[in-house]
């Protein structure tokens, strides 16, 4: 048997027990290098350990007492001790368990051993010492990272379900104190399900569990935890190895990603998230509505070049450093869509920072608005239209002051031709072509402004040839307008709305042929529809039928399926606001009657309108003209246009009336409170500077309550009946005013006494 090297440290009392054995252990291997160090002294062993390092202590235990063998153990703690051998007499059995309790590896009787037997004994000491030093130090460090582990660890039998062993952290975690963890059992408790706690109860060694769960802790709160559950032997006795670990925050933080990614899926706001690199990397589902892109096709992709769009204010040199500085960029874009639509957006970006302070990402935020601004220029052409309206009250007004003059001289100078026997032919046409004027301002009126809409008796081909005379003013001369009314047909209607169909079909017709001119055909017939005539949204009977035709561009079919949607429009911005035809459809389908329209890309395009015919009785033979009412009362002619003033007069004192002519309301208003029984009739217009004719009628009725007031106006959407009746006036007529209706209302009012009538 041989060895490289062997230290021994030998204690004895002998002076030559050194030497016999080192003899025997060269003479067991003379190529090995032995040393022996002697001592005779216990506390000269503990200094020579202090000093240098031995594979063996052979100790001469005959003469060394029980208590004296405690020096070993007490300095192991500090300093590490080689294997022990005790070299013991024979027969003495209390020296040997002695030595024994003090860690001696093993016992030798003096006289009983040779060279072989000690190294034998030696080697063997030295083996097993450093397997029980490498046992220590392999429980050092797994008591070190039991104890030290940030994760709870707890050891449970697995028969009773009570920890066996725990570290501070799973107190830590789980909120209880080590004299608490050790009296409780893990099934009595809420941490773990009991489903799980069958199953860890079934493992076997080399299966592993693991599972999340949740628990309440000591203070009440509700904690999320990661366990992993194996089977572990120690000393010969099968646990359960439970690794508990803290995921609260790391649940909370996915929950929080999990809500906002739902919010960002479900939100109606358009989301891209672009890459420093300027390329999109994610666009939700709401912007792949409103871009009408799929995923695949924006992913990768610079969104100036996919959309086409532009900032509406600004550059994306401006967008670009506002967002690389760290602020925020708000404004609107213009963008197009997958189809070639147009749309906009208001969109905000922002970037977004990593942990160093350096940019990563771009978010946009984009809400399509087109609908907001269709709106928008809606609410400015009704604004417009408000003004416009405003503005031909005021005209008609003055406008149908002049037509009162003029239809006033035209009815004098009939009666001068009627009793001189002259003929009165052209002054019939003076006559007839001033109510012409005058229903044409009533027209412009009507269409202007707000009111209510009333159906009447209407012979659709004079409102059709009136409204195209107004066209011919205002289209070019590239459009020819080709009229064709065969009816004469009555249907019920508003005047307005067909004036407005008709004003609309005619203008998209325009549209249509703005760019090379063309042919602008206008029919009116009467058709008969059966069941034969497959139009199936029209019942059999008897209508008229309105065509309107064009030689434009043409109506491409998926446009054709959105003609009559509100707010759809293929016009550039500001050349409409889509609601045209759609309030066409609205209005003849109000009259129960249909549109269809016929067209090809390239072909032009005709819309035809029907509309139910209505049955009139024959007309009755005109009646000759009666003479006109006389009387001789006294009247207060109230008006600021003087020479409107001045011809009423003239008129009126003809026919027997004493006339007193007022053009300033205040004047008039002084005169009544001097002599208010003087006049038994005031007339009086309603637009005049400092009193208006309401308020002149309500301060003279508080004076004399009886007087009969008639009130005159151009234009009367200013007086409704309620105000009208507030004033206290017997009549009130609408401008111009001819002799004969002049003449006709005096006698009603002051004949009969009647109170408020419908304006003539």
Same mark, same amino acid.
């Given at each position: ?196 706690l069958l199953r860890m109860k079934d493992l076997t060694p080399g299966q592993r569990q693991a599972f999340e769960t949740f628990f309440r802790d000591r203070n009440g709160e509700i904690r999320d935890i990661a366990v992993v559950v194996q089977v572990a032997a120690l000393s010969g006795r099968r646990l359960l190895h439970i690794v508990f670990r803290d995921v609260t925050r790391k649940k ?22 672009? !890459?420093? *690199? $300027?390329? %999109? ?6 912007? +792949?509505? @409103? &871009?009408?892109?799929?995923?695949? =096709? ?55 920072? !990593?942990? *160093? $302070?350096? %940019? ?6 984009? +809400?399509? @608005? &087109?609908?907001?601004?269709?709106? =928008? ?384």
């Amino acid at each position: 048997m041989q060895f490289h090297s062997l230290d021994i440290l030998l204690r004895t009392g002998t002076p030559t027990d050194a030497p016999i054995l080192h003899e025997m252990l060269r003479r067991e291997s003379p190529s090995s290098d032995v040393r022996i160090d002697s001592v005779q002294r216990l506390s000269e062993v503990i200094e020579a350990l202090t000093r240098s390092n031995y594979d063996c202590l052979l100790i001469d235990a005959g003469e060394i007492e029980e208590k004296d063998w405690k020096s070993f153990t007490d300095i192991s703690g500090c300093t590490p001790l080689p294997p022990i051998i005790a070299l013991l007499p024979p027969g003495d059995g209390q020296a040997e368990l002695a030595a024994v309790r003090c860690n001696a590896q093993d016992v030798l009787r003096k006289g009983r051993f040779d060279g072989a037997l000690l190294v034998r004994v030696i080697l063997h000491a030295m083996e097993k010492c450093g397997l029980q030093r490498a046992l220590r130090d392999s429980e050092e460090r797994w008591r070190l990272l039991f104890e030290q582990s940030p994760e709870a660890i707890v050891l449970v039998d697995p028969e009773t379900m009570a920890p066996v062993e725990f570290n501070d952290a799973a107190c830590g975690i789980l909120g209880y104190s080590r004299e608490e963890m050790a009296k409780m059992r893990m099934d009595e408790h809420e941490t773990i399900h009991p489903g799980e706690l069958l199953r860890m109860k079934d493992l076997t060694p080399g299966q592993r569990q693991a599972f999340e769960t949740f628990f309440r802790d000591r203070n009440g709160e509700i904690r999320d935890i990661a366990v992993v559950v194996q089977v572990a032997a120690l000393s010969g006795r099968r646990l359960l190895h439970i690794v508990f670990r803290d995921v609260t925050r790391k649940k909370s933080a996915e929950r929080g990603i999990k809500l906002l990614a739902t919010a960002v899926e479900q939100t109606v706001e358009g989301i891209l998230i672009i !890459g420093k *690199d $300027g390329l %999109i990397q994610y666009a939700n589902p709401s912007y +792949r509505q @409103i &871009s009408g892109h799929d995923p695949g =096709e924006l992913v990768g992709c610079v969104p100036s070049r996919v959309f086409e769009s532009k900032p509406q204010c600004g550059t994306y040199k401006d967008m670009q450093e506002t967002v690389c500085g760290g602020r925020v960029w708000r404004g609107r874009f213009q963008s197009r869509k997958k189809n070639g639509e147009t749309y906009d957006t208001e969109t905000t970006i922002s970037s977004v920072r !990593g942990e *160093d $302070g350096e %940019i990563t990402h771009y978010v946009a935020i984009e +809400r399509d @608005i &087109s609908r907001e601004i269709d709106l =928008e220029r809606q609410l400015r052409q009704a604004q417009k239209m408000e003004a416009i309206g405003v503005l031909a009250g005021g005209i008609a007004h003055d406008f149908n002051n002049i037509l009162g003059i003029i239809m006033g001289y035209t009815d004098m100078l009939a009666m001068v031709a009627s009793k001189n026997g002259m003929p009165a032919a052209e002054l019939k046409q003076i006559t007839k072509a001033t109510h012409r004027a005058k229903d044409l301002i009533r027209q412009i009126l009507s269409f202007s402004r707000k009111g209510e809409q009333k159906r009447m008796p209407l012979q659709l081909g004079i409102v059709v040839k009136e409204a195209l005379k107004m066209l011919r003013a205002s289209l070019p001369s590239t459009i020819e307008i080709i009229e064709n009314i065969e009816s004469e047909s009555v249907i019920s209607a508003d005047p307005t709305q067909v004036h407005q169909v008709l004003m609309n079909l005619c203008t998209n017709a325009f549209h249509a042929m703005r760019e090379r001119g063309g042919e602008l055909a206008v029919n009116l017939e009467d058709v008969e529809i059966d069941l034969d005539s497959h139009h199936p949204d029209l019942p059999p009977g008897s209508y008229v039928r309105l065509a309107v035709s064009d030689t434009g561009c043409g109506i491409s079919p998926e446009i054709m399926e959105r003609i009559f949607e509100p707010f759809f429009t293929t016009k550039k911005v500001g050349d409409g606001t889509g609601m045209g035809l759609s309030v066409v459809h609205g209005i003849v389908k109000s009259y129960r009657g249909a549109i269809i329209v016929r067209s090809a890309p390239g072909q032009g395009s005709i819309f035809n309108v029907f509309i139910p015919r209505v049955e009139t009785h024959a007309a009755a033979e005109q009646e000759k003209p009666k003479k006109l009412p006389r009387g001789a009362e006294r009247i207060l002619f109230v008006d600021d246009e003087e020479e409107l003033a001045r011809l009423s007069a003239r008129m009126l004192e003809p026919l027997g009336y004493k006339l007193d002519i007022r053009t300033n309301s205040v004047e008039a208003m002084e005169i009544f409170q001097r002599e208010p029984w003087r006049f038994d009739l005031v007339i009086t217009d309603q637009t005049m500077p400092h009193l208006t004719g309401a308020e002149l009628a309500k301060q003279m009725l508080d004076i004399r309550s009886d007087m009969p007031i008639i009130l005159c106006s151009g234009f009367s959407e200013a007086l409704t009946p309620e105000k009208i009746t507030a004033c206290g006036v017997r009549k009130f007529i609408l401008k111009p005013l001819s002799l004969s209706l002049l003449a006709r209302t005096i006698r009603e009012v002051l004949d009969n006494g009647g109170r408020i009538a419908p304006p003539l």
